[in-house]
């Protein structure tokens, strides 16, 4: 699936500003082919317009995005998404009117359709019905199949989306927040079952993330962000011991309280 | 999903023969009213796709004068009266403007692709009114159609014949977009309007799936009006490119509900038994009744008379 050769995901002086903001300040990040980038910062930081910048839904003010090698910067999302790399959002973004496996199913049915299917075959045919099944048992929300998404729980919804990120069988996914707004209690749980189906699915990963013990226990490489600048980037054990991580990015006291919880 | 068995092929085939049937028994004004809905009807299947997207055009008469002038306009100058050289003439002169405008109109969503599309038709519409050889705010005759060069002695009877070719046209027209909705593209409809932004994200061009959308309405729009200026033997500014024939495609629309291709068919008819009642029982107040209707439907029956339909039948309602 994924070019073992060479960097997957490159970004070279990328900067953004929103008039006198800098929300972006020289990122220059290479990620290799099953890495798992856990990308943390405080509000403001510039966690999401990276991403944004990177999957195509804000351009840079300068700086360049490459994928696989090819230059993405100027490409539109749904031309990044055709090459490999998807994303879910921080409020995730599903069709509310429509069941889960509708929302799928119409996944499905645009990837097939990227893939040079004709988008003018019926939808509801046998592949994508059988993949779409396969899907919602692979990330657990198959009891939720008919149910209309407007009324599904928080947490099944940012399985839905990240589940339709992955419809395409993408190389890179990039996770906004995928636990925001999820208890305690659960975000281990739903975490669990999202990176058992991406290690199945051969897929590289950065997420953004605001718990630490997250962080710590599911990412292999961690990216800390400060006012649009990178000033950590290093596996766990080491960026969350960085003084000017537990300064700027975890705070004294949420060290103090990481600690007193021990390793997870 | 749907477990019910969809009836829309069978109904629509028990429909076309029934609409037939019923156009060889009824009184003429009855055949006229049901020959006008039809054609209609055709323009309102186009605005069911938009609406299914979330799209309002308020400016569909622009197509629909388009077809009618095109049909009218061939007649005058060039002697053209039949339905098979007529009928692709009207659909590709709106094809053609509903594409061109549509690298346009699907820029804008909601109130601005709603008002745009009403500046469009207001275009057309200043144009022939102020236009004399396109026969100005009096418009112009159309003469009776022929099929393949055929016609029948009593008018009656070819009133017939074009309302049977109607019925099949509108047969056509609504199982092509019954089998567009039921595949990857047709879906998308709902999902442009529930997301835009995950449609874009999975790898599809919403702007392009609104192109697509938008020139597939104009072209039925067109068909209806060449359609109508042949039922009416006439064409003219007032009644087929002003902004009420824009309102009254989307009333229709309203009053037929989106969740079927049959129903534009049967809000139209409706409608203009409505407005035919209205007028003998209040001639100077008749848009006062088809005004309260409308309301009782917005209030009762969102989802249009198809809504009644489907739940008589058990269909699933698709808005």
């Known amino acids: 699936m994924s070019d073992q050769s060479g960097p997957l995901l490159e970004t070279r002086d990328l900067n953004k500003t929103f008039g006198a903001v800098t929300a972006a300040d020289n990122i220059n990040v290479t990620v290799v082919p099953g890495e798992i980038v856990g990308i943390i910062g405080a509000n403001g930081a510039g966690k999401t317009t990276f991403v944004n910048m990177v999957t195509g839904y804000l351009k840079p003010t300068s700086g360049t995005v490459f994928l696989r090698g090819q230059n993405i910067t100027a490409l539109a999302p749904r031309q990044i998404t055709k090459l490999g790399m998807s994303r879910s959002f921080q409020v995730p973004q599903v069709f509310l009117t429509q069941t889960a496996f509708e929302n799928l199913l119409e996944a499905a049915g645009i990837a097939d359709a990227m893939n040079g299917i004709s988008a003018l075959k019926p939808l509801h045919r046998k592949p994508l019905l059988d993949k779409v099944d396969a899907i919602l048992k692979r990330y657990r929300i198959d009891e939720y199949r008919d149910q209309e998404t407007s009324t599904l729980p928080q947490g099944i919804r940012k399985l839905l989306d990240i589940a339709m990120a992955m419809v395409s069988d993408p190389d890179v996914l990039l996770l906004d927040e995928p636990t925001s707004g999820i208890s305690v209690e659960e975000k281990f749980s739903l975490m669990d079952v999202v990176m058992e189906a991406l290690q199945e699915e051969d897929v590289t990963v950065l997420f953004i993330e605001h718990d630490m013990e997250i962080v710590e226990r599911y990412t292999t490489r961690v990216l800390a962000f400060y006012e649009g600048r990178i000033i950590a980037d290093a596996p766990p054990e080491i960026a969350l011991n960085d003084p000017e991580v537990r300064e700027f990015v975890i705070g004294d006291h949420k060290v103090g309280q990481h600690q007193a919880h021990g390793d997870r | ?319």
């Open chain 2, 1 to 319: 999903m749907n477990s019910s068995r969809d009836w829309t092929v069978p109904g629509l085939t028990i429909g076309l023969i029934a609409a037939i049937i019923l156009g060889m028994l009824v009184p003429d004004w009855v055949l006229s009213v049901i020959t006008i809905s039809f054609a209609r009807a055709l323009a309102v299947i186009g605005l069911l796709v938009l609406w299914r997207a979330g799209l309002v055009s308020f400016g569909h008469a622009l197509y629909y004068g388009l077809g009618a002038y095109t049909v009218a306009l061939l007649g005058k100058y060039w002697g053209v009266h039949d339905v098979m050289l007529l009928i692709p003439a009207a659909l590709i002169v709106s094809t053609v403007c509903g594409f061109l405008l549509g690298f346009i109109l699907r820029k804008y969503r909601e109130i601005f692709f709603a008002m745009l599309s009403l500046a469009f038709s207001m275009i057309l519409y200043g144009i022939l009114v102020k236009t004399e050889s396109l026969g100005s705010t009096d418009g112009f005759n159309v003469g009776a159609p022929t099929f393949f060069g055929f016609k029948f002695e009593d008018v009656q009877d070819n009133k017939i014949a074009f309302f049977s070719f109607l019925c099949v046209l509108g047969y056509i027209a609504a199982l092509l977009v019954h089998y567009y909705l039921r595949s990857t593209l047709g879906h998308l409809t709902t999902a442009i309007r529930d997301n835009e932004i995950r449609v874009e994200y999975l790898g599809y061009s919403v702007a392009k799936a609104i192109h697509i959308k938008y020139t597939m309405s104009a072209a039925l729009a067109g068909v209806a009006g060449a359609c109508l200026a042949l039922t009416l033997s006439q064409v003219d500014p007032d009644s087929m490119v002003n902004w009420t024939a824009s309102g009254e495609l989307v009333f229709v629309t309203i009053l037929s509900g989106t969740g079927n291709v049959a129903a534009p068919f049967i809000g139209s008819m409706i409608f203009d038994l409505l407005r035919t009642y209205a007028f003998e029982w209040a001639p100077h107040a008749w848009q006062l009744i088809v005004g309260a209707f409308l309301l009782l439907i917005i209030f009762f029956l969102p989802g249009g008379v198809w809504s009644v339909i489907a739940r008589i039948f058990g269909a699933r309602r698709k808005l």
